[in-house]
């Protein structure tokens, strides 16, 4: 997968419009707080305050389109120029000076109609080629600012819990499986997952210390297997469960019916799903073949939960 590296670039324009779904003019400054840019018309408490487009986007646009454009036509509030825009992820960060962003979504509906550059073109960049952001911290920018760019991968940390694995006895097979899983999810995503790995015995005060670490580290997501049956040695869903802001039951109850209709013994896992602060906890069974099963549904839904959890409203 890509490695995407930190890089500086230029704020070429910053532009602002009172009404929404019109271009927006260029202005000597803009000042930010934690609604957004203030007199801006897309200033709110929401997660689409802030909008960037490239230059190179803008002019390869205006060569297919055969006409120029000025900064700010495609409303966008910030035009930068060498950052590689079309790479960035959602929980990247943008800094210039005192001011610091949060990439929260990439593109957006194109508005049609409701859109003056589509109204006279028949087309628009933005929906594809701009990102928006919101205001992690404020403070005024200037044409000319550098802006440097920060990629933060979406971390994870796969925990298989087996005495015997840990002892040597046999390979951890369930917890490779994850890490290609979740490779292969996301490799066709702008998202860039970055994946840790370890093996614990079936020991509920390291696993407890090993969840704790995770979450203050930040780790978006914690995937877990083994410990799920009813042994007396199984005891990953009681430590998540201890721990846990919140459940998200749903998940593994489907998950249960789904499998558990033809191969019944799957209804005596006791997986659970979880919120640990902004942390997300997946406990998977230890098979290979239920990792599987388990990782085929949670997936469905994982950008979604991510989107939810970080208070993202992509609806």
Not at 48 to 61: A, C, G, P, V, Y
Not at 172 to 198: M, N, Y
Not at 307 to 314: A, E
Request: aromatic share 6%; net charge neutral.
């Amino acid at each position: 997968m890509k490695k995407i590296e930190p890089a500086t670039g230029r704020i070429l324009s910053v532009n602002i419009s009172t009404k929404k779904g019109c271009s927006k003019k260029p202005v000597a400054e803009i000042e930010l707080n934690e609604m957004g840019i203030i007199g801006d018309a897309h200033a709110g408490a929401w997660h689409r305050q802030i909008s960037l487009l490239s230059t190179e986007s803008i002019k390869r646009f205006g060569t297919a389109a055969e006409r120029t454009f000025a900064y700010g036509d495609f409303a966008e509030n910030i035009t930068t120029d060498g950052i590689d825009i079309l790479s960035t992820s959602v929980f990247d960060r943008f800094t210039i000076g005192d001011v610091e962003l949060e990439v929260t979504q990439l593109g957006k509906k194109c508005h049609g109609d409701g859109c003056a550059i589509y109204q006279e073109v028949g087309k628009c960049v933005m929906p594809r080629d701009g990102i928006f952001c919101r205001v992690l911290r404020g403070g005024k920018i200037k044409a000319d600012a550098p802006i440097h760019y920060h990629p933060r991968p979406l971390e994870f940390q796969v925990i298989t819990l087996s005495d015997r694995a840990y002892q040597g006895v046999y390979k951890d097979l369930s917890g490779a499986r994850v890490q290609k899983l979740v490779e292969d999810f996301f490799a066709e995503k702008r998202w860039r997952p970055r994946i840790t790995r370890e093996i614990l015995p079936d020991d509920a005060d390291r696993l407890q210390q090993a969840l704790v670490s995770a979450k203050e580290k930040g780790v978006h997501i914690i995937i877990t297997t083994g410990g799920t049956g009813i042994g007396t040695r199984d005891i990953t869903p009681d430590v998540v469960t201890g721990l846990t802001d919140k459940l998200i039951p749903g998940i593994m109850e489907h998950i249960r019916v789904k499998f558990g209709t033809d191969k019944p013994n799957a209804l005596l896992s006791r997986s659970v799903a979880a919120v640990l602060g902004k942390t997300l906890v997946y406990t998977l069974p230890g098979s290979v073949r239920a990792v599987d099963e388990y990782m085929g549904e949670i997936t469905k839904s994982l950008e979604h939960t991510l989107y939810m959890l970080h208070n993202l409203d992509t609806h």
